[in-house]
């Protein structure tokens, strides 16, 4: 009967578009996914640099490709999920699916080109995870640290309020090089009221490197003190005073920038360097008075590695559970298959962060727990796929 309808060759033509069809569908739902995931940092880490003119666009476009590795973790396997759903779900409503049973094909055949797409992708998981991801992290913060401070003047913009530095409000009517024109200065106190005002006819910022500081020096100024207890009381006057030159005034770019190293994380390292740091920490003295606190360490470097594992195995994971329920949803909707693939994935990540929070209790062995939604999941998917594949056993 298979011989009839679907000869080796048109069998292997069969998986070959099956397969392409879950790749290309899974590739732009994980484009989706990891644009989502990347807005925020876009938005809050590197758009108000590239808008003040601290990043060149191709720094900017550099840097935002370093950001792919860290989101692709988590969009690879919900893109992976909707694109399962997404081509089953059509190949099902299409009654394509029906054709290929009825022609003798079982369930297993039919999902082996998925099966073998959802191994490569757990491979493409685990270096993404230990190699590609820990590398572009800790390079995207050097290069952004470097950039930032190459050029330490670029955030003031002129006419433009400057609110970066805490506790103060910096406007500059217009920058020749480190010689600020029309300076004004408002200090604020912890409810955002103006104690202090200076307003300069110039100014000038110099850089101290080994300080990491911006020195302040101002010409032809004026300023105008108010009560710190109640700034805006205005019955009573101001103090003022003015200056022919003023003080140098240091301004910390460490309290702005943070500091000009970058601490590397354990979810930054590679697996060689996780397995040496566990090495490390577990040779670490035991304190008598604190014996927990050695297991945490420990226990915190192990879940690190355990994550990366299973968010690789998330991968297979979603697209074992995602043949059954695509073919048995058999609907053409993408929201409603997108709907389905991220009420799924919310729900697996909720279980993996609730297993995080045992990290600082290693007598429930979280790093045994963290297999428990891989575990539910793959469990989950073995038991639907059995009751589509034998439907008469209901």
């Not at 679907?6 to 590739?27: E, G, M, Y």
């Not at 101002?218 to 019955?235: D, V, Y």
Request: hydrophobic fraction near 50%; charge should be positive; charged fraction near 20%.
């Amino acid at each position: 009967m298979l011989s009839l309808f679907f000869p080796t060759a048109r069998v292997n033509l069969l998986d070959r578009h099956i397969f392409k069809s879950v790749l290309f569908t899974c590739t732009g739902a994980v484009a989706l996914f990891a644009f989502v995931l990347m807005l925020g940092n876009l938005i809050r880490d590197l758009l108000p640099y590239l808008l003040s003119g601290q990043l060149p666009t191709g720094t900017f476009l550099r840097l935002v490709w370093m950001l792919v590795p860290a989101v692709a973790i988590y969009a690879l396997p919900m893109g992976m999920l909707t694109g399962v759903l997404l081509t089953l779900g059509r190949l099902s409503a299409d009654s394509e699916i029906t054709v290929m049973r009825a022609a003798g094909l079982s369930l297993t055949r039919i999902a082996r080109p998925i099966f073998l797409l959802g191994a490569l992708g757990c491979a493409l998981g685990l270096y993404v995870n230990f190699e590609s991801m820990p590398r572009a992290r800790v390079q995207y913060h050097k290069e952004l640290d470097e950039t930032i401070r190459a050029n330490p003047l670029s955030f003031i913009v002129p006419k433009t309020f400057i609110r970066n530095f805490k506790g103060f409000v910096v406007y500059v009517g217009d920058k020749q090089g480190t010689v600020m024109r029309d300076f004004w200065l408002w200090q604020l106190d912890r409810e955002g009221r103006t104690t202090q005002l200076v307003r300069a006819e110039s100014g000038r910022f110099d850089y101290d490197t080994a300080a990491n500081e911006l020195i302040l020096t101002l010409t032809h100024a004026q300023i105008e003190e108010r009560s710190a207890s109640n700034p805006e009381n205005f019955a009573e006057s101001p103090r003022i005073g003015s200056f022919e030159q003023s003080e140098p005034q240091r301004l910390s770019l460490t309290r702005l920038f943070g500091a000009p190293t970058v601490r590397q994380k354990l979810s930054w390292m590679t697996y060689p360097e996780l397995r040496a740091e566990e090495a490390r920490v577990a040779a670490l003295p035991v304190n008598p008075d604190a014996p927990k606190d050695h297991a945490r360490a420990v226990m915190k470097v192990t879940l690190t590695v355990q994550e990366k594992f299973n968010t690789a195995l998330a991968i297979l994971s979603f697209a074992l559970i995602g043949v059954p329920l695509g073919i048995k949803v058999s609907r053409r909707e993408t929201s409603a298959n997108l709907g389905v693939a991220v009420l799924l994935a919310l729900g697996y990540y909720m279980l993996t962060v609730s297993v995080t929070w045992l990290d600082r209790h290693p007598v429930y062995r979280p790093d045994l727990l963290f297999w428990l939604p891989n575990t539910v999941f793959l469990i989950l998917g073995v038991w639907l796929f059995l009751r589509i594949e034998r439907p008469a056993a209901r």
